[in-house]
């Protein structure tokens, strides 16, 4: 009988350890940014709309955003 609760005791916890090892790596996410338009690489002039997406696993923490750009590739 003490076996069998060890033996369940020691399943559960070792269950317990999987599932924080499939979901802490997720929740520790910093997120991903994408801009969709205009693509990498493409050449644009005048007024141009810059769309893309933003995610985070935790949205209190997406404060503000930054976009930065260059006229001529560089930094």
Known sequence: MRNKVLLRSLLCL?????LVAIYLPAL???GTVSIA???AGETVSGKVD???VAYTADPAKFAWY???YSV???T
Do not use: Q, R, W, Y
């Open 72 to 74: 001529d590739n560089t």
């Open 66 to 68: 930054k976009v930065e």
């Open 37 to 39: 338009s205009p693509a």
């Open 28 to 30: 520790a996410e910093e």
């Open 14 to 18: 070792a269950l317990v350890a999987v």
């Open 50 to 52: 810059i769309k893309g």
